[in-house]
């Protein structure tokens, strides 16, 4: 038996979208250590990229803004009777196309739908699979470093509601079985979805200057964590969040970052 013990052990991926993401990161790292792999797409065109990259794996159409859609995809692999060792939820939009805007300017229809796909559909996806999960199954989500030091405007306080969720859920289903919930909080990565943030890029290379080594988060180092998580050897980890983000956040007041800001005030 390995260390991460995924031999026979099968697992549901969301959001992977391109070979840049934390999902498919972790898919392949989870593939390549034994484990099968079954995904949930938003729609065809995402379903033929995923289908090239994990040739032969279950795929899944999916619409988590649609709540019967959610209940008939449990009801689906219940019906075909898969059973979960694990769920990664790596799902998050938020409306930008009017470019970023002060917080107070949020609309409530962007604010609704991003906490719909984004924080709810944990909830939902996790209440329609609770009969499909082995029991001692673990559920990950992908959240962010630092929900309140945050320039992605108001999906810093929707992440915030994610970071909430994990504990509830976890709370919630220790009335009927062991299955945990954890998030990986990670720092700046450099993936499709966070290029379409205004003024990703900035805070991506001040957030490479703050960390420890002075090099960038890599998306494997984030999708490690994750697998480590959906694995039965991180059994004492639950309702909580793990931080990833090479040392960002205990080093804001770097000593270069600090004398660079000096020399140009």
Known sequence: MSFLNFENKTFLITGVANK??????????????????????????????VEKLFPGKKIYLLDVENEDAIKAFGENLKNEKIKLNGFLHSIAFANYSEGMKPFHETKLKDYLQASTISAFSLVALSNALKDCFEPLASVV?????????????Y??????????????????????????????????????????????????????????????????????????LL??????????????????????????????FSKQS
Not at 30 to 45: C, H, K, M, R, S
């Open 141 to 153: 989500t992908i959240s962010i470093s630092s929900t309140r030091a945050t320039n992605y405007g």
């Open 20 to 49: 840049k993401s934390v999902a498919y990161f972790s898919a392949k790292t989870l593939v390549e250590n034994g484990a099968d792999v079954i995904f949930t797409v938003q729609n065809l065109e995402i379903m033929e990229k």
């Open 231 to 260: 694995s039965p050897s991180s059994s004492g980890i639950n309702a909580t969040g793990m931080l990833v983000d090479a040392g960002m956040s205990a080093n804001y007041f770097d000593e270069n970052v600090v004398s660079a």
């Open 155 to 228: 999906m810093g306080p929707i992440k915030a509601s994610l970071d909430a969720t994990v504990a509830f859920l976890a709370k919630s289903f220790s009335t009927i079985n062991s299955v945990r919930f954890n998030a990986v909080c990670s720092g700046p990565l450099k993936t499709s979805a966070s290029a379409g943030i205004p003024g990703y890029i900035e805070n991506y290379l001040f957030a490479e200057e703050l960390t420890m080594r002075k090099k960038a988060l890599e998306t494997q180092e984030v999708a490690n964590s994750v697998v480590f």
